[in-house]
């Protein structure tokens, strides 16, 4: 059985499992690895506190929270534990938050 991971990220780092990366077309394309430069998505896994910004230290909270899926560029920091793949970047590095709306 393979292990539990808890994340507990620092300052305004985000940890994300990233979604599989399609590596063909519907109609059979392969697409190579030197073409995965594009934006990929995934969903947040944890969150850091958020951090302090300026001389005053004003503290700027997380727009991110855990289970919120979110698109991010595809040179995000990728680390693997126990064969598992996550991703953690600076939320900065988030260029949008998915959410399901209602029709």
């Given amino acids: 059985m393979g292990n539990v991971f808890e994340f507990e990220p620092i300052g305004d780092f985000v940890v994300i499992m990233p979604d599989p990366i399609e590596t063909t077309t519907l109609g059979g ?3 190579p ?7 990929v998505s995934g969903v947040v896994i944890a969150v850091g506190p ?5 001389s005053r230290n004003n503290w700027t909270p997380m727009q991110t929270k855990a289970g919120d899926r979110v698109v991010f560029g595809a040179y995000a920091e990728h680390v693997s534990l126990d064969g598992t793949e996550f991703v953690m970047i ?3 590095e988030i260029y949008t938050i998915v959410r399901e709306k209602a029709v």
């Avoid at 690895?33 to 934006?39: P, W």
């Fill in 50 to 54: 958020g951090c302090g910004v300026g």
């Fill in 33 to 39: 690895e030197s073409s995965a430069n594009r934006a």
């Fill in 29 to 31: 394309v392969v697409i």
């Fill in 90 to 92: 600076h939320e900065s």
